[in-house]
């Protein structure tokens, strides 16, 4: 059997997955926070036909040897945390990050969890919390009297009630950043969890020690360019149609060693 129709067989599985990751980042173009991802691929294993400097005669050795490669397989899937867009709302509760952070969501396992998505809500206790209900970290409770409320650049939330002119603080925004966030691991919803790859969390204040500042009143939209991810789901379109063919000409050259008459 050809080993063409393998290595060509791994490059479509490949391609196929290529495919996958691009239409995923497409489907997220418009979801906040959401960053997009790119595959990485390694060739595979190599059958040596012939080693390089192997000897021929005496003083002299084969400059280049032969091998024969098996294909190609998707290593790794890299989040590109490259900033969004900005989009301006004017809504008090939607918080932008502008640099490197995450904000700390609690899930109702008691574990921490980080996200880029500062379009926040208020329960039904006052709290700030996700879409899905998921309390920001530190807990923030606006009350009920409320007026306004304001979120500073380092994070302090203070809010005016009615029947007060001062206005009262009611605590401060802690982001968490990590020394490589390409290895956080993906939740769904926004969400992302720390893992080994990506080292602990180290949390501070906004604007200090390499955390960026907090911005009200925006978000930060997917850093999808839909031009890029195109160009690139045409290019994965004709490799995975080459391979194909590679396939399609290796079964032509069995048929004809079949069809061979003595």
């Avoid at 980080?114 to 309390?135: H, S």
């Avoid at 409320?146 to 005016?160: E, K, P, R």
């Amino acid at each position: 059997m050809l080993r063409s129709l393998w290595t060509a067989a791994s490059g479509m599985i490949a391609q196929q997955f290529n495919i996958d990751t691009i239409a995923n980042n497409l489907a997220n173009v418009n979801t906040v926070g959401f960053k997009r991802s790119r595959v990485d691929f390694q060739d595979l294993l190599y059958q040596t036909v012939r080693y390089a400097g192997s000897p021929v005669t005496a003083g002299a050795q084969i400059p280049t040897g032969i091998q024969v490669g098996h294909g190609v397989r998707p290593v790794s899937t890299e989040r590109i945390f490259t900033t969004g867009t900005f989009k301006q709302t004017d809504n008090p509760l939607d918080l932008l990050i502008e640099g490197e952070g995450f904000f700390q969501i609690l899930l109702p396992d008691g574990t921490i969890a980080y996200t880029r998505d500062g379009a926040f809500k208020v329960d039904g206790q006052g709290r700030l919390v996700t879409a899905d209900g998921f309390t920001l970290q530190p807990e923030i409770t606006i009350p009920s009297d409320a007026v306004s409320v304001n979120v500073g650049t380092d994070g302090t939330v203070t809010v005016l009630v009615s029947g007060s002119s001062q206005p009262q603080t009611l605590g401060q925004i802690q982001l968490a950043r990590f020394i490589n966030p390409a290895g956080l691991r993906s939740l769904g919803r926004n969400l992302f969890a720390a893992t080994a790859a990506s080292g602990e969390a180290m949390v501070g204040t906004p604007g200090l020690d390499g955390l960026g500042n907090i911005a009200q009143g925006y978000l930060e939209m997917s850093n999808v360019q839909v031009v890029e991810e195109l160009v690139n789901m045409i290019l994965a379109q004709r490799a995975y149609e080459s391979n194909s063919r590679a396939i399609q000409a290796a079964d032509e050259m069995l048929q004809t060693a079949n069809n061979l008459r003595r």
